[in-house]
């Protein structure tokens, strides 16, 4: 039964999603998540919840979108995170895709101690698999060393502080990253931003249906 189902990988792939993410203010990286080169913003960042909403209002809807470098996406038949690994984006010209964002619901926001985040994020770095085959060493192990070494540099500079971290709701169509999402928020607030955590809760066709209030959506 499980070796039949295997092969409605490509259905499945195609649905829409709903994902709950969260969204960590003050600091970039390079893939967008907790698993990449960081950059810290410098600042603590002050959310306006109108500008908040405006954000989230313009990523509503269809939008061509590039693919995230460190992504699968091929370019002349080789993955674009090989071309970052390799310092040659460059040389090629970043694919589009279209994305498309049904919905968008803010579900909190909470405070979290530099000292903690950095507990949570290392946690998550020793999930990182090792291997030595001769054929993944350019991506050297996912680079978790430099990415460990680089977040410590970042946590050493701190002085104990504060960072916002804001819980969403995101329901879309299949190809929509929400690693890139997260980075575009950070930019219409201001400041840097990548997804702390992304955990896909629904898959399915979703349907509009209105009613005095508004959208909202179910699967069908």
Known sequence: MKRDECKNQKKYTDLDKEYEIEVLLGIASDTGDVLGIPEYASSKTNI????????????????????????????NGKPLFLYA????????????????????????????????????????????????????????DFRVDSIRASWKEIFKSLHERNFTVLRLKVICASGTYMRSLAGRIGVSLNTKALALSIRRTRIGKYVHIWNNIGCWFKTV
Do not use: C, W
């Open 48 to 75: 306006n919840k109108s500008v908040l909403a405006d954000a989230l209002r313009g990523e509503l809807g269809s939008h061509m979108r590039k693919y995230p470098v460190f992504s699968s996406k091929t370019v």
């Open 85 to 140: 690994l390799e310092g040659k984006l460059n040389n090629i010209k970043v694919p589009e895709h279209l994305e498309h964002i049904y919905n968008i619901q803010t579900a909190g926001s909470y405070e979290i101690l530099s000292s903690k985040l950095s507990d949570k994020i290392y946690g998550l770095l020793d999930y990182v698999p090792r291997t030595d085959e001769p054929s993944k060493r350019l991506g050297e």
